[in-house]
């Protein structure tokens, strides 16, 4: 297939496409781990969200002649390698991951997407961006939680550290491995102080979603 | 909420719909397992599907005045029951899980289908027992798994009689628990003799589809 995207803009649908389905994989299973039928539903249609996210990438991706099972496969190892390293002990710990991992990943792809050049591609990453309605429903039951029992405050400001420094690992990992998608970033118009400014952004976020869940960053 | 649709019908509803949520958790969950992309890509689409009938049987529950919540609760035992006795060890076990699993529920509620007084009900049962794909795919799968190992055949031919032990056992538990429901097949048309044709129909084509993938049922 000769493919009328670039190699970076190929990277970033192959590592947005086997995220979602990954992160459909993480949400459906942690779904199992849902004290109600009603928190089940909730989890369990975020989940069919990010396939419905996953298939339209895919779906994509086919339609410019770009091979996803390639594109994807690159990503496959870290993606996999983050998951495994941060396995939820619980449903509140599933929630966080939920809610403050796929947040992380959001503000960076959407950082990241500014710089697609195809107008089409960027318009879709931005769309499967979308808030999948985590957010909302991870705060609330999270708040819930520590209101009842304020010693489990301590335990889940541990695990969204852990959950950062996991991603961060395996970032550093696709950014030395894949050439074009780094250059994407910062060849685009980043020098070293944007690299700077845009790290400081992501923590900022990642602070203010710790902060909604009532936790120390 | 006054309800239009009878007790049994509801029941019958229920069962579904959480049969439905538990396939789709259990589909993607061991799409985790999936040796390739390719394998993941099919898993994650029939577990999407499965979603998708849920999602269909809780709207129509809705437009019934029925609470899905309510119709669901009294089947999440027995069913998370049969879930849990059942952990596949590896992808095959999971494959075979999902096609004889699925094929003896669809088989067994397409027979009580017949019951139901309301049409459009029935309609849109018989629509969501709609096979996903997981036959063909499973088939082949577990073909080629035998042709590159046979001694597999022993260990899967055991799983798939586990399999039908442990949802005889649930299913017994659900006859015993649910009058409204088991009378509907009972009290519907069915005499002793009658349930006697149906647990032989029930059998004949479990025992198909282990022959179907190369396994003594």
Redesign the interface.
């Known amino acids: 297939m000769t493919a009328r995207l670039d190699p970076a803009t190929i990277d970033l649908l192959g590592v947005l496409a086997?995220g979602e389905?990954t992160a459909?994989?993480r949400l459906?299973?942690d779904?199992?781990l849902a004290p109600t039928?009603?928190d089940?539903?909730a989890l369990?249609?975020m989940?069919?969200a990010e396939?419905?996210h996953?298939?339209r990438l895919?779906a994509h991706m086919l339609s410019e002649d770009v091979d996803p099972?390639e594109a994807?496969?690159p990503f496959?190892q870290p993606v996999d390698a983050f998951h495994d390293s941060t396995p939820p002990n619980d449903w509140l710990e599933g929630l966080i991951k939920a809610y403050v991992g796929d947040g992380l990943a959001t503000d960076f792809y959407r950082e990241v997407a500014a710089f697609v050049q195809d107008a089409a591609t960027r318009g879709l990453i931005l769309e499967v961006l979308a808030d999948t309605g985590q957010a909302s429903f991870a705060v609330a039951k999270v708040t819930e939680a520590i209101a009842a029992d304020p010693a489990v405050a301590g335990r889940l400001a541990l695990w969204g550290r852990r959950l950062v420094g996991e991603a961060l690992i395996q970032a550093q990992r696709v950014a030395v491995e894949r050439d074009a998608l780094t250059e994407l970033l910062v060849g685009g118009s980043l020098d070293l102080a944007g690299i700077g400014r845009l790290l400081s952004r992501l923590t900022d976020n990642h602070t203010a979603r710790m902060q909604a869940l009532g936790l120390q960053a």
């Open positions: 086997y389905l459909f994989e459906a299973t779904a199992r039928i009603t089940k539903h369990a249609s989940a069919a396939f419905e996953y298939r895919y099972q994807m496969r496959v």
